[in-house]
């Protein structure tokens, strides 16, 4: 559908994706009415921090924002915050909001985000027991954050091992639980999770394995003071830190009857079932060009580069570059970043010694690049994201050999 | 405060106002300063607000640490001036500072 013709566009979110998505729409040249609405009270901004820097009260909420309040004045965007979408109206194409009132809207983006899981136990309406998704997540737990406390933390994803290292070094005693055998098994190999249970111990966080939290206990006063674990464990908690897992915000287009599937289905323009309607971001489950399948990306690069296709989409100008899915974590002094999707992978290849605390695990697929977690490691990861797009055939011997730089590696494989 | 300014591979130049103790990207990114992307907010994660620094003020950004540098080396026209503006912090040291941007960050 063209809709070139747009003159009404609405924005749903205020995360990186919808700020993305409306600086895409205005540096394109539209010039049409643009209303974002959002949830929280906070300038759209990112969430990387939260878990990090952010956490530690490294600098201030400003330097969160993507843009000053006075960008959105000047571009003529109507920013309506603190307020949530309740229903969207295709047939005559409007999107209720909270607080009463209609919004009208030759095109719509929802970009709005995901929700932390909860956890189904006793004990887990209690206070100092948190999740970590926003801004005001972070209000609530940094004041917490005293050392010599006891944080028990819930789930060993990214989030959680990331919020464990900032813990740490501000002198909590940091215990990880995770019902897996190893730390961040839904998302990377075996080897990358010994490195990091390995790293975590060392840096003195009681990581515990094939272990669930089975209920919280309280003070008098309501707040959380134990954690009982599957295994009878009774341990003191003075903060607990819920990290297993998100759930998309896709209700609104469920409702709406647009497809979804563990995500607002979306084709490679980020137009969803309904043409006039887009998804970006955390919510939307996308056809991953590079890996011959669709689904859900938690991503930076996944917001922004689904944002500017939304944007284009609309603006009717050729489709932006589908980039190789990439990600980061900071922990400690470690840098993980990560190009590709490693999932599906016949064969790892370390490159470098874990124990310098600078090396790379390459996944392979029938000889194929196709992911890389690299640890203070940029050369490994940037060689790595052209390797993955070229799809290019790699020997194993080559990948591990570190007398071979990677410019030379990829110069070969692009040769070849 | 420090003014600094941006010069985009066309040859247009922007002034901007920044704040001590806030980076030279964040000081592009508030402002709308095109040819800086900066994906990844500031993390040294992405390479995309690479700038060449004005030679008179090369002494006065600071050295490169280790991520940057191979960060760099990977990023597309790198020249000797080359740096990723999420490494650069704002003070007075930099009023007047030039920076150019690449064609692409990618």
């Known amino acids: ?27 394109g040249g539209y010039d049409g009415e643009l209303t974002l609405v959002g949830a929280e009270a906070a300038l759209p901004y990112q969430r990387p921090p939260l878990s990090k820097a952010y956490m530690k009260g490294e600098f201030a909420e400003e330097r969160l924002y993507f843009k000053p309040a006075a960008w959105y004045e ?12 309740t229903a969207i109206n295709r047939a005559d194409r409007t999107v209720e909001i909270e607080h009463g009132g209609k919004l009208d809207y030759d095109a719509l983006i929802i970009a709005t985000g995901s929700r932390p899981r909860n956890l189904p136990i006793e004990g887990a309406n209690l206070e100092h027991v948190y999740a970590l998704r926003d801004l005001a997540d972070v209000e609530r737990i940094r004041p917490q954050m005293v050392a010599g406390r006891s944080i028990v933390i819930v789930g060993a994803g990214y989030i959680g091992l990331e919020a464990a290292a900032v813990a740490q070094q501000m002198g909590l005693k940091a215990t990880v639980l995770e019902m897996a055998p190893r730390v961040l098994a839904r998302v990377t190999s075996p080897v990358m999770s ?13 990581i515990r394995t ?24 009774i341990l003191d908690a003075d903060i607990v830190l819920v ?3 998100i759930l998309p915000n896709e209700e609104l287009a469920k409702d709406a009857g647009i497809s979804c599937n563990n995500g607002i289905l979306v084709d490679r323009d980020a137009r969803t ?22 689904g859900r990306l938690e991503s930076v690069h996944n917001a922004i580069e689904q ?110 | 405060m420090a003014k600094i300014t941006y010069i ?59 991520m940057e540098k191979s960060m760099l080396d990977f990023a597309e026209n790198v020249q000797e001036n080359s740096r990723l503006s999420c490494q650069i912090t704002v003070s007075d040291a930099l009023d007047g500072l030039k920076v150019t941007t690449p064609e692409s960050q990618h």
């Not at chain 1, 559908?1 to 540096?27: E, F, H, W």
Request: proline fraction near 3%; charged fraction near 25%.
């Open chain 1, 307 to 416: 944002g500017k296709l939304a944007a284009a989409a609309i603006l009717g100008k050729s489709r932006p570059v589908e980039d190789c899915p990439w990600f980061w974590s900071d922990q400690y002094d470690l840098k993980l970043q990560i190009a590709g999707l490693s999932e599906g992978y016949d064969q790892i290849v370390v490159r470098g010694n874990p124990e310098d605390r600078k090396f790379a695990a390459f996944y392979l697929k029938n000889g194929t690049l196709i992911a890389v977690d690299a640890i203070n490691s940029p050369p490994e990861f940037l060689a790595s994201k052209k390797l993955i797009m070229s799809g290019a055939k790699i020997s194993a011997d080559i990948l591990a050999d570190t007398s071979i730089s990677m410019k030379e590696i990829a110069a070969k494989a692009s040769a070849a």
């Open chain 1, 194 to 206: 010994e490195f990091y249970e390995n790293e975590h111990r060392r840096q003195g966080v009681d």
């Open chain 2, 8 to 66: 985009d591979h066309d040859g247009t130049e922007r002034v901007v106002e920044a704040q001590n103790g806030e980076t030279v990207m964040e000081a592009a990114i508030k402002n709308s300063i095109p040819g800086i992307d900066a994906d990844c907010g500031g993390a040294c994660a992405c390479a995309t607000c690479h700038v060449y620094v004005d030679a008179a003020f090369m002494d006065k950004v600071g050295e490169q640490e280790e």
């Open chain 1, 1 to 27: 559908m063209d809709l070139t013709d747009a003159k009404r566009i609405v924005v749903l979110g205020g995360g990186q994706a919808a700020a993305q998505a409306i600086q895409s729409l205005r540096m």
């Open chain 1, 210 to 233: 094939e272990t669930s939290l089975s209920k919280l206990e309280g003070t008098e006063d309501g707040a959380v003071s134990k954690a009982v674990l599957s295994d009878g464990t």
């Open chain 1, 74 to 85: 000047d571009n003529n965007v109507d920013l309506v915050l603190s307020t949530r979408a």
């Open chain 1, 243 to 245: 990290g297993i897992g």
């Open chain 1, 273 to 294: 079932s309904d043409p006039r309607v887009f998804a970006a971001g955390d919510c939307a489950s996308r056809p991953l060009v590079h890996f011959g399948r669709s």
